[in-house]
């Protein structure tokens, strides 16, 4: 059902590409920090000859008010290219881009490809997507480490205080 709503979206989108329509779908479900969710795109050559030598990477904007920018993948995404060798008349490609949510807030992701012997990429669609933050500094784990290390020095401190003292005489 998924693969199917992904290729009609993408033979709806025809009308603007040319030679190759791309669609990209965000995992359903709600998206928290530190989620590895898996974004899927379809790639359809519409023209009449074999595509070779098609290059997809994707690109990730924060959209976040007054913080817009692009965001760089190097943390986000281990996979930021795909090399199509060869994709024939009416052909597909579908592909997986694994994430790792880093940060909170209001994203869009899309894939662009850039065709060999063409002036000009062809994107999908922007998927616009929400993050939720949660919380990565948890107190259960870290009064166990704020309270036993102190603790720990002070026994170790009185075991070697006492064993001096031992050893004087006293």
Do not use: C
Not at 53 to 62: A, D, R, T
């Amino acid at each position: 059902m998924k693969r199917l709503y992904i290729l009609l979206l993408t033979m709806t989108l025809a009308l603007w590409a040319g030679d190759v329509s791309i669609a990209l779908q965000k995992p359903a479900g709600s998206l928290k920090m530190g989620d590895k969710p898996v974004f899927d795109s379809i790639v359809v050559n519409q023209s009449g000859q074999s595509l070779d030598g098609i290059v997809l990477y994707l690109s990730l904007v924060n959209l976040d008010k007054g913080k817009e920018h692009p965001v760089d993948l190097e943390d986000w995404s281990a996979q930021k290219a795909v090399h199509i060798d060869r994709l024939k008349p009416g052909a597909s490609y579908t592909g997986k881009w694994p994430m790792r949510l880093i940060q909170s807030g209001h994203y869009g992701l899309f894939v662009t490809a850039v065709l060999p012997g063409s002036d000009s990429p062809v994107t999908s669609p922007i998927v616009h997507f929400d993050i939720s933050p949660k919380k990565t500094v948890v107190p259960a784990r870290i009064w166990p480490v704020a309270l036993g290390m102190p603790a720990l020095i002070l026994i170790f401190m009185g075991f070697l205080w006492i064993r001096r003292r031992k050893a004087d005489g006293l």
